[in-house]
């Protein structure tokens, strides 16, 4: 069973444009929602996180918006750039144990010039 | 991906041949994690480990055994390797149980034939 639900599989966007990636999740003993970014032949790379005691966490131009009450959250990408081009995983765990990080499916960006 | 190296990053074998996957971290982090990567599947945790000689089942272990003889390494074998396991292969690594943020390898595509 997927612990981590995500959407979009794909995303096209145009440059400046903004992208949204949305997860969902039925535990509610999650306690840490990070988003990884992975680019072509490379890892995942932990690109921000969010803790459910906030409602929105801003880096740059990337955005976590998070909504206790409905078991969401989302990516929010401003203006989008063709260096934005990667994979997308949201993340869910606890905060003890070893064996506690579950990852939605993905969703592959790709923005337009 | 600094501090820590997958080798090899390619392999081609043939159906019925074992196989193994190493990762190798110079960070001292105890935790270390195997995952698979395929599409539509997103990250799929195969095993990990918790300290040297302390290993355990992920979500997908079937056909799979790691080893953990010291705290740098960490290897994936496959016993008899079927074209099921043609993958891109992760290693992870974590300082604390409490994930704040897992590090990942650059991977290795393994293609079953």
């Known amino acids: 069973q997927q612990q981590v639900k995500q959407s979009p599989q794909s995303l096209i966007v145009q440059k400046g444009g903004i992208s949204i990636i949305n997860c969902a999740y039925e535990?509610?003993?999650?306690?840490?929602f990070p988003w990884y970014q992975q680019f072509p032949g490379k890892g995942p790379a932990l690109l921000i996180a969010?803790?459910?005691?906030?409602s929105e966490k801003k880096e740059g131009r990337f955005t976590i918006s998070f909504n206790k009450s409905a078991k969401q959250f989302s990516l929010h990408i401003m203006d989008s750039q063709p260096g934005d081009s990667a994979t997308y995983f949201c993340?869910?765990?606890?905060?003890?144990?070893?064996?506690?990080?579950?990852f939605g499916t993905g969703t592959r960006l790709t923005v337009i010039p | 991906d600094a501090g820590i190296t997958q080798s090899p990053r390619h392999k081609v074998t043939e159906t019925g041949t074992p196989v193994t996957l190493r990762c190798h971290q110079t960070?001292?982090?105890?935790?270390m994690y195997w995952y698979r990567q395929d599409p539509g599947h997103g990250l799929r945790l195969i095993h990990y480990?918790?300290?040297?000689?302390?290993?355990d089942k992920g979500e997908v272990s079937d056909g799979y055994s790691v080893s953990r003889s010291k705290t740098e390494d960490f290897l994936l074998t496959l016993e008899s390797a079927t074209s099921s396991q043609t993958s891109v292969y992760f290693c992870?690594?974590?300082?604390?149980?409490?994930?704040?943020?897992?590090?990942f390898g650059s991977g290795t595509r393994l293609t079953v034939v």
């Open positions: 969010i803790r459910p005691d906030v």
């Open positions: 992870a690594i974590s300082e604390t149980s409490g994930n704040y943020g897992y590090t």
């Open positions: 535990n509610t003993a999650f306690d840490y």
């Open positions: 960070e001292n982090h105890r935790y």
């Open positions: 993340a869910a765990s606890f905060q003890t144990g070893a064996n506690n990080l579950f």
């Open positions: 480990s918790y300290g040297v000689k302390d290993t």
